[in-house]
């Protein structure tokens, strides 16, 4: 059995264990091929609202999920059951689903054994989280806030885990990981002032809940009575987490596919892609990679592939796009192997010295409702929230009330004018741990906000 | 009032003994534990640990995804998940736990840890959790009422639909892509109370849906089937929504819109089909009136509300016009939110929440009721909760989830062509599209599927790029046309997102078609 820390009290399955289950399973199947993904976790949360702990959870689970391929058909099915009886349905479902289904031209044969670097998001810290010690982290915030007679609201969420993949060729992949996040939103009992902040790590020893408290409580404070500026194009300075909210949806537009087939901000005239063209500002480089201990992901994907460090954007540059297995071999490539990440190189300006270098204009502090309207320029709309300001001759003068833009990271990365130091985000609107991300705080040209909001 | 289904409860009983469900596998699962005995384990074990109230769910989920894309099979899954989620209260304070593994050891363990998370969470304690009463159900059964049972219908067929319709689409010129998927859901859900609470209920989804793409001039405009709506109903609402016959209607469009006019910005009467509309009740009427959400409990994620605080808008806020009535309900046949009970055993009320234009009511939980007591009271009705009980698994505390929430059609029998032919100057909109709205609910944004011009009270073409923007309470207020119960029809999504962590709720919205005066459009089009 893997050692564990006698301070760990989170449950997860080991190697050994999943080395047994995905044996056992392999062991009931009788199609050509057959894949097994095994996740086990733990995920604890503490919510908290109106300066009190209004629910928790903490809850353990382990799935299987079964893959069965013979020849071109392929089918799958997961269960939560591990005994023998649960693991042979799934087998047998999978099976039954996998024989019923046409031949799939596109399907890949499945990955012989692979060579895997070691993961690196796994923390004691995080995994040794109870309910007391997330209490106590929780009670840094609350206590203060009441003190200062705010209202604090938030969620603290601790997730351990462990994932694992295996087939009949012999391949076997493990990694053990987890995830830790709170964020907090304070607001004045009046309801006119609100301020959020947040944090994720893989490492909970990394978040300073106190510190967060204190930024979201100084925010609700000055935030305070917001008056109204005509909407229309303003230089905007991002804080990080802002930049984030929308840098990730350039990640999630790279598929090479939708790219070569004409479906997206990726594609050129002709069947052809980006790759190799500019599209965003000279100064701006995006990458991904699991084995960096401040982005850290997962050493494999769900199909068994290594993952690598990626550079999808160089000098604003497209430099890569994601290819799977079928569509890398249909066009003579190999397979990306993205671990899910985004780091966002930066400058080295701070925050204050952005505002300070800004004559006219407005900074924000998060992003809310983020949705699609043009997938043909990465077009978003949504809304500011919890921290809206306006800049005048390099300093905040005042809050102003919320508004809804309608724009795209692609515009907003070419009219950029300055980039500060990169941190550490988390830009899931749902304050779940998500995709780790680490960008700069902005500087930009000319942002595009559409309307007004009344909402604090 | 026809269109909004009364009351459909005749799948509700009380039964003497619990009977296993027929078993819809054809493969041979895990044995049954004896889920009663387990539910009697945990409580007790929560209660000798010190709980004051405590109630265990176990929750058996069966799902299944088939998608297609063109002529192939994109991806078939089957999957099952089974566990239990015990939830304590110890002198006010909530604690919750649970686990996937069903057995009298873990049960007790779990529910043991439950009532420790609650002490140590009592540690930040400002206001204890009440819960007003509810009437105890001793063992009550409940089963969504479906035709054809969806796990019993061959894959092949189901993937033979999608075929026939993917090529139905392709075969309409300028179609280049298309996909396809079917989804079923089938959940039996066992609750038990220290109340002395017993219920069952099996509880079906089925959402088919298909997008087609079109591409010409370097540019691609995407249909999506969102005029059939996901539904609490087994097969035969796959059959019923005739996808081959629909796939070269939607192919049509997705084509005409590469080559619709782009929109005039500008001041627009809107004429709404309630396949549109529903997600703009959904975002601006639903959420707002969620009443954790205006106490303040959502305010790190969801939000709060601009419908707050109670004391000062219950009975008075002017939500919209005198044709504005807003109904919740876990009732209506083969809608999303239909249960014989919710997830704390309490059996749903239908109840108004915007009467003439005015609000009048929150969805509500046993804790939050009592909130409302003093609200109540001056009603002179019973505190109680409407039943908006819901967690999306066993995994996962239940919380305040909104029930259907729902516009009434209006009395005279007016539909579609009466609302276009009545219009000088506007925009009619056909499904939902983008859409996006702030924290509070006041400032939304919505798109749509199909566009077109109304000019002299007929259609006079496609448009594209278009979005209104709207405040809340103005757009209501112009609200100024409402189609009869013929026009009426019931739109939903399976992924109304809330809570931390993210709990996602499936709920149907029901509308007649609508006229809005005077409403904001904006164009989205831009080129990159």
């Not at chain 1, 024989?99 to 060579?115: F, I, R």
């Not at chain 2, 993917?166 to 039996?188: C, D, I, Q, T, W």
Request: glycine fraction near 8%; proline fraction near 5%.
């Amino acid at each position: 059995m893997t050692l564990r820390s006698l301070a760990i009290s989170a449950r997860y399955l080991s190697r050994e264990e999943c080395e047994a289950i995905a044996k056992r399973a392999l062991s009931f199947a009788s199609a050509d091929e057959t894949r097994v993904l095994i996740t086990s976790s733990n995920v604890s949360n503490t919510r908290f609202a109106v300066n009190q702990i209004s629910t928790g959870g903490d809850a353990f689970d382990s799935v299987v999920n079964v893959i069965s391929k013979f020849g071109k058909r392929s089918g799958s099915a997961s269960t939560n059951q591990l005994d023998d009886a649960g693991l042979r349905a799934a087998v047998q479902m999978s099976e039954r689903v996998a024989k019923l289904s046409p031949e799939d031209p596109e399907a890949m044969p499945e990955l012989g054994p692979q060579t895997y670097q070691p993961g690196v998001n796994w923390s004691d810290a995080t995994a040794s989280l109870d309910p007391a010690s997330r209490a106590t982290a929780v009670r840094r915030i609350t206590e203060p806030a009441k003190a200062a007679g705010l209202v604090s609201t938030g969620f603290m969420e601790a997730i351990t885990g462990a994932q694992a993949i295996a087939n009949g060729k012999g391949l076997f992949a493990y990694n053990r990981s987890t995830a830790s996040v709170l964020t907090t939103t304070v607001r004045t009992p009046d309801g006119t002032g609100s301020g959020w902040a947040g944090a994720t790590h893989h490492d909970w020893s990394r978040i300073d809940a106190a510190a967060l408290g204190a930024r979201a409580t100084a925010k609700a404070r000055t935030s305070t009575n917001p008056v109204a500026i005509e909407p229309g194009r303003y230089t905007v300075v991002f804080e990080p987490t802002a930049v984030g909210n929308l840098v990730q949806f350039i990640a999630r537009a790279l598929n090479a596919r939708a790219a070569d087939e004409g479906r997206s901000f990726f594609s050129s005239p002709g069947g052809k892609n980006k790759i190799g063209q500019k599209v965003v500002d000279e100064r701006v480089t995006i990458t991904s990679d699991p084995f960096d201990p401040e982005v850290a992901g997962s050493p494999f994907s769900s199909d068994g592939l290594p993952t690598q460090r990626v550079v999808w954007i160089e000098n604003g540059v497209v430099k890569n796009l994601d290819y799977d297995r079928y569509w890398a071999q249909k066009v003579g490539r190999a397979p990306t192997g993205a671990g899910g990440s985004i780091r966002m190189n930066g400058g080295s300006a701070s925050l204050e010295d952005l505002i300070r270098s800004t004559q006219r204009g407005l900074l924000v502090t998060r992003f809310w409702y983020l949705r699609p309207v043009d997938q043909r320029t990465i077009l978003y709309t949504g809304l500011t929230r919890d921290g809206t300001f306006l800049i005048e001759n390099g300093k905040i003068t005042k809050p102003v009330k919320n508004l809804r833009f309608n724009d795209s990271p692609i515009f907003m990365l070419n009219n950029l004018e300055a980039m500060g130091v990169p941190e550490r985000v988390s830009a899931s609107e749902g304050g779940e741990p998500g995709q780790a991300i680490v960008v700069p705080p902005l500087k930009v040209r000319d942002f595009n906000f559409t309307s007004l909001s009344d909402a604090v | 009032m026809a269109g909004l289904a009364g009351s459909f409860l005749t799948g509700r009983n009380a039964a003497d003994s619990l009977v296993s469900p027929l078993n819809p596998y054809a493969a041979p699962i895990a044995a049954e534990p004896n889920i009663k005995e387990l539910a009697a384990v945990a409580l007790d074990a929560a209660k000798s640990a010190g709980a004051d109230y405590a109630d265990v769910r176990f929750v058996r989920n069966r799902n299944q995804n088939v998608s297609t894309r063109e002529q192939r099979v994109a991806g078939i899954a089957d999957n099952e998940t089974y566990g239990f989620g015990v939830r304590t209260l110890v002198n006010g304070s909530w604690g919750f736990a649970a686990s996937r593994d069903l057995t009298r050891e873990e049960v007790s363990r779990v529910a043991k840890q439950a009532v420790a998370q609650a002490r140590a969470n009592r540690s930040a304690l400002v206001r204890p959790v009440v819960l007003a009463p509810a009437p105890v159900v001793a063992n009550g059964v409940w089963k969504s009422p479906i035709e054809i049972e969806p796990f019993d219908v061959a894959i092949e067929d189901k993937v033979g639909l999608l075929l026939a319709a993917n090529k139905a689409a392709l075969a309409v010129k300028g179609a280049r892509f298309v996909s396809s998927s079917m989804f079923f859901l089938r959940e039996e859900k066992t609750f038990a109370s220290t109340d002395g609470s017993f219920t069952f209920q099996v509880i079906y989804r089925t959402e088919p849906s298909m997008t087609v793409t079109a591409t010409g001039n370097g540019d691609f405009a995407t249909r999506q089937s969102v005029d059939v709506a996901p539904r609490g109903l087994g097969y035969e609402h796959v059959r019923d929504a005739r996808l081959v016959e629909n796939a070269s209607r939607w192919a049509d469009e997705a084509v005409q819109k590469l080559s619709a006019k782009s929109v005039d910005v500008g001041r627009y009467d809107l004429v709404l089909h309630p396949s549109h509309l529903w997600l703009t009740i959904h975002e601006s009427v639903a959420h707002p009136t969620e009443l954790d959400r205006a106490m303040g409990y959502e305010a790190n994620y969801a939000g709060t509300s601009f419908v707050a605080p109670p004391e000062k808008v219950l009975g008075t806020l002017k939500y919209g016009s005198e044709l504005m009535n807003i109904r919740g309900d876990r009732t209506q046949q083969g809608s999303l939110s239909a249960c014989g009970w919710d997830d704390e055993g309490v059996q749903p009320e239908d109840f108004d929440i915007v009467k003439r234009g005015t609000f009048v009511d929150y969805h509500t939980t046993r804790e939050q009721a009592l909130w409302l007591d003093w609200y109540y009271k001056k009603r002179g009705i019973p505190t109680r909760s409407h039943g908006c009980s819901y967690a999306q698994t066993w995994a996962a505390v239940q919380f305040q989830r909104m029930p259907n929430v729902s516009l009434l059609p209006g009395d005279k029998d007016l539909g579609w062509d009466d609302l276009i032919a009545a219009t000088d100057r506007g925009i009619a909109i056909i499904g939902d599209g983008s859409f996006s709205i702030d924290q509070q609910r006041y400032n939304a944004q919505f798109g749509g599927q199909v566009f077109y011009e109304i000019k002299g009270g007929k259609i006079t073409g496609m448009l594209k790029d278009v979005a209104y923007q709207m405040r809340t309470p103005e757009f209501w207020g112009s609200l100024d046309m409402i189609g009869g119960a013929k026009s009426y029809h019931l739109g939903g999504a399976f992924g109304d997102a809330k809570g931390q962590p993210v709990q996602v709720n499936a709920v149907s919205h029901g509308a007649p078609v609508t006229r809005f005066r005077n409403v904001n459009v904006i164009n989205t089009g831009r080129s990159a």
